[in-house]
């Protein structure tokens, strides 16, 4: 019964990091699946999005004040970045954009150590969604947590409304699988594609600032993410917001469920020792494994088209 | 002799001069970073052999890095101090490592494929920061530098600078006869046109496979005496940023000519002790200069150095 | 002899059949044309003919032997190679290295990484035949990329010659090119008649009816009829489906 208990926990917990990775893969899959572009910057973005919420939080006094002031400076900031940098490499080769964004991430997260240092800042919990409501028998769930699920899931909810149901949305997925038919069709492509930087970029600040009262928001926050993020679109197939979902959700519940319970399940083919060893080995790992498991059976990804 | 061959021998001569220079201006760390240089070339010599001649850019390649630089703590603290065997060690994990990731790997292609070696990268990362017995996060520091022949020669900075330049100047001799043998060309053919390779006959996966394996073990023995420059060893050696300074290295130096890679090495290395000198934030310039090269001189700055001097044809 | 057999060969993409039972036989020797109006399946076919493209059913046999399920490679050495309608070939190399390439291709192991291809004198001389085949000798040490377009499909020519095919697949081979360098091609392909066997795809008539033994013809994914030149053009099926339109 502790062990169900447990497991359901973490199950929840590893759905409410899989919903945060979602946030931030949804911008940068359709980044990668509609103009072939690569972003290794999108990290910093989540980064900056928990920095600028701090600032605004602290400077205003007000969570939602400042979730509002973040979500408005992250969009501000995608919008200079992709006028001033990314338009100027959309036809260059992927390594140019690797290079490039790579640069943009030193530039970036030097500078957010230079305006706020390297010690780690915290974000009060609203006191509205403070505390914890009950489980399952003596659990309790942290009400944030629960919130921030909730609202990953509305925007999860907003973005397939807006691909599935808008004109802007129709075009992306036109875009998406046909990038010359879209531009023969007339449409001014590159205001679509500033609007799906900005979009992106505000989509990883929203995470970034969501998590911000949970987590300390540190400069390395942003490196940390952008990995796992890669891994969540390879496996949900590049420029498949749907395969983004999916792919965010296996990496969060694998890795949390992981960490835990692999040692535990270690433990019934091995002595302790060996296994409390083996399992901090091979948990961290353990996406990685997914992921080339994945790639060897679909190298497109779960929701990727074939090439 | 063509140009490229004599700029990178005017390279090594250069680089070879420096340890009279530093003992007559009296400045021994001018040494220590000629030695930081020669190792950091030897990594973009290997990158540059996938990366460069064909076409596959790995986002991983500290990996191979940081697998050299742990066979020398394995080794030692097995009682095994020999530099060659170490090499033979480190390059022999390496050999796996890329034989099983690259399998998995070079099935894909693009944008997959530079994610996909990342998280390889990534995932050799966390396997060494979880090895406690090697002080997982931290690292480990080494008792003393490897030997050879049984001897302590390398414990003097101006011996060891000079075995890690005859390293380089053998990994740049093999590479140069490797792109310019038949592997080679078909390594640069499978860059050109995949399809056509297969329109005549070849399978490109093999060559790829092959030259993964290769490049990873020339990196693990840039490794290995990057530990003994050091006498550290830590898992920030493999992490990803790392992989791309060693990018950034082929940029500057111009991608796919081996002199390029080792020139580029050299700059990039000297541009960090400069800068990390100037100021702590040294990151901020080197990625300014950086995004300025990619945006502005995308052939590097061996492509500025052409622009500028017309006729020069390197 | 019979040396290309294809059987009720069928490839689906969706609801659209691209290549729909389509039935071919290629004779040692001969010239095989096969024309059609456009999307009639043509390059299609070529792909699944070298091992691009894999079919859904249906068989390819080759000198006998079954080749339906062989890769790319395997083909080439098997004596099948082609070239392609759009010019497909290493810009960073010359003339000469493209060539060599292909002749390597067939000449023993390429893991050899010590010795410099560019001396071995086994590869270069036969490059050079090929290369002075297609009448390119005097361009030998340009890089591909730099030649002009009509050059280029000779080299595209050079390079398939190379691999000594029994059977050359001509995927639109004057694709892009004007009248002069047409004529240079047509010229080439007309002196290959006999010492290889093609199969041509091309736009342009007047060089299929100069240059075919035989010419088939492609609508729809099916072929609809097959003689020679004379009889194709007055056969009352082709002209309704085909040539009809194209006023030919």
Known sequence: MRMANLFLLQLLNGAQFGILLFLVAAGLTLVFGIMDFINLAHGVLYMLGAYLMAMFALATGSFWLGLLLALGATLAVGLVLEWAVFRRLYDRPHLDQVLATFALLLILSEGVKILWGSAPLNVAMPELLSGSVPLAGPLRYPVYRIAIIAAGLATALGLWWLITRTRAGMLLRAGASNRPMVAALGVDISRLFMLVFALGAMLAGFAGALVSPVLSVDPGMGDQILILTFVVIVIGGVGSVKGAFAGALLVGIVDTVGRIFGPIWLKLVMDPAAAAQAGRVLAPMLIYLLMAAVLSWRPNGLFGRPS | ?314 | MTLLQVENLRKSYGALAVTDGLSLSVAEGELHAIIGPNGAGKTTLIAQLSGQLAPDSGTVRFGGADITRLDMASRVRAGLARSFQITTLMPAMTALENVALAVQGRSGSSFRFWRPVAREAALNDQAMDCLAQVGLADRAGRPAGAMSHGEKRQLELAVALACRPRLLLLDEPLAGTGPQEAEVLVGLLAALRGEVTMVLIEHDMEAVFALADRVSVLVYGQIIASGTPGAIRQDPAVRAAYLGEEAC
């Open chain 2, 1 to 314: 002799m063509s140009a490229a061959p004599k700029a990178a021998i005017a390279l090594l001569v250069l680089m070879a001069l420096v340890p009279p220079l530093a003992a007559a201006i009296g400045d021994p760390f001018l040494t220590v970073i000629a030695t930081r240089m020669a190792v950091f070339a030897i990594a973009a010599l290997s990158l540059d052999l996938i990366l460069g001649y064909g076409a596959l850019v790995s986002f991983g390649h500290a990996a191979y890095l940081g697998l050299g630089a742990y066979a020398v703590a394995v080794c030692a603290r097995h009682g095994i101090t020999d530099l060659v065997v170490q090499m033979a060690a480190g390059a022999g994990a390496a050999a796996v490592f890329a034989a099983v990731s690259g399998a998995i790997s070079l099935r894909t292609r693009g944008i997959y494929f530079i994610m996909i070696t990342l998280a390889f990268g990534q995932m050799a990362y966390f396997f060494f920061v979880s090895l406690s017995a090697y002080g997982g996060d931290d690292g480990t520091s080494l008792a003393a530098r490897s030997t050879l022949l049984g001897r302590d020669w390398l414990e003097n900075d101006t011996a060891f600078f000079y075995v890690v330049l005859a390293c380089l100047a053998l990994a740049y001799g093999g590479l140069h006869r490797l792109v310019h043998a038949r592997f080679g060309r078909v390594l640069i053919g499978t860059r050109e046109s995949e399809l056509r390779m297969r329109a005549i006959g070849y399978r490109p996966f093999r060559y790829r496979l092959a030259a993964y394996v290769i490049s990873g073990m020339i990196c693990a023995v840039a490794g290995v005496l990057l530990a003994n420059q050091t006498e550290y060893v830590s898992p920030a050696y493999m992490a990803w940023t790392r992989s791309g300074e060693l990018i950034v290295m082929l940029l500057l130096g111009g991608i796919g000519t081996l002199a390029g890679a080792m020139a580029g090495a050299l700059v990039t290395v000297g541009l960090e002790e400069l800068l990390a000198g100037w100021s702590e934030h040294w990151r901020l310039g080197f990625g300014l200069i950086l995004l300025a090269v990619v945006l502005w001189s995308p052939a590097g700055l061996a492509g500025l150095v052409r622009r500028l001097l017309p006729g020069d044809r390197a």
